[in-house]
């Protein structure tokens, strides 16, 4: 199952298409703001739970494996962290242009490395 941008899924099923997977692969849903799970079919509502119910029970063995092999507050801590809907998980906040390329500044500035001077005329 994969995710992908309403505006994006044809392009996505045509990729699938043309390497064999389209008698495999149909949309089943969309993401919606009330952070709830609903399974149908036709009309007929096969399941429905919160968001957060399922991930919980989606990530208790991980979680009880983490509190074992690290700090267990820790542990304990991000596990209740799944209960706040506004939490956007593992996140980076960049304070600089990753595109940016570092080295030009420095690239060209200084000549090579001078050979040591006894090493200069030494043969192997």
Same mark, same amino acid.
């Given at each position: 199952m ?11 099923l045509?990729?699938l ?8 692969s149909?949309i089943?849903?969309a993401?919606?703001?009330?952070q ?6 036709g009309?007929?509502?096969l ?10 029970a ?8 983490? /509190? +074992?092999? =690290?700090?267990p #507050?820790?542990?304990?801590? &991000?596990f209740? /962290? +799944?209960? =706040?809907?506004? #939490?956007?998980?593992?996140? &980076?906040?960049?304070?600089f242009?990753?595109?940016e390329?570092v ?8 000549p090579?490395?001078r050979r040591?001077?006894?090493r200069?005329g030494a043969?192997?």
């Amino acid at each position: 199952m994969i995710q992908v941008k309403a505006d994006a899924a044809a392009t996505v099923l045509g990729c699938l298409r043309e390497v064999g997977l389209d008698l495999c692969s149909h949309i089943v849903g969309a993401p919606l703001a009330d952070q709830h799970i609903r399974i149908r079919s036709g009309s007929a509502v096969l399941l429905e739970k919160p968001r957060i119910e399922l991930q919980r029970a989606w990530s208790e063995t991980s979680y009880r494996m983490q /509190a +074992l092999r =690290d700090n267990p #507050d820790c542990a304990r801590q &991000a596990f209740d /962290a +799944l209960e =706040d809907p506004h #939490d956007p998980g593992l996140h &980076a906040h960049l304070t600089f242009d990753p595109g940016e390329n570092v080295a030009a500044p420095y690239v060209g500035r200084r000549p090579s490395p001078r050979r040591h001077p006894a090493r200069a005329g030494a043969s192997t």
